[in-house]
């Protein structure tokens, strides 16, 4: 049987903080996720976080030119990362 979970919203920290504490190792069983967000992610430490998967989301911090410019045809700007939302604190 292969692990499945439905946890969005700050709880998704805690449940990769988790992951990681139990010893999983995202190089042979990552958390593939539908719901996990970029405001999410920025609740987890990034060793925490690497090698794990998410699809669905739109990531607006990419920092690359094709996204600034998407942003700029949606927006009219380019809209800083966090522009959206405030960041979290390192301490969830």
Known sequence: MKPSTTVVGNSTACLYRA??????????MPIASLTTSEAEISQMEPEVAAGHF????YFQSIDSEVNHRCLERRTGSRPLPWSSWRKPSSNP
């Open 54 to 57: 998410t699809s669905a989301p």
């Open 19 to 28: 992951y990681a504490d139990a010893g999983f190792d995202p190089k042979t």
